[in-house]
């Protein structure tokens, strides 16, 4: 298909080859760790077959620490890609 080409078919550029039950699972893998971090609203997580990965700023080293400890610790966890800031002062 060429770009601008009239077609019936939809174009899915970057398109997930998860199924749905992944998704569900992948979904509820995130929710459980979300809900581990506790207030932490400044963290975003994300998760893909049992690969979590945090990210978003921080005020310490701590933290940090503390937040990929508390996700590590979540069943169905086998990896945590840290991502998250620490934020620095001037």
Excluded: C, P, Y
Aim: proline residues 0%; glycine residues 8%.
């Amino acid at each position: 298909m060429i770009l601008g080409e009239s077609s019936t078919e939809s174009l899915a550029i970057g398109s997930d080859s998860r199924g749905s039950a992944q998704v569900a699972a992948d979904d509820a893998l995130s929710d459980a760790v979300t809900s581990a971090l506790g207030n932490r609203s400044s963290l975003v997580v994300s998760a893909r077959t049992g690969v979590v990965t945090l990210s978003g700023t921080v005020s310490s080293f701590d933290e940090r620490d503390q937040a990929v400890a508390l996700a590590t610790a979540v069943s169905g966890v086998s990896i945590v890609h840290n991502q998250i800031r620490v934020k620095t002062t001037d």
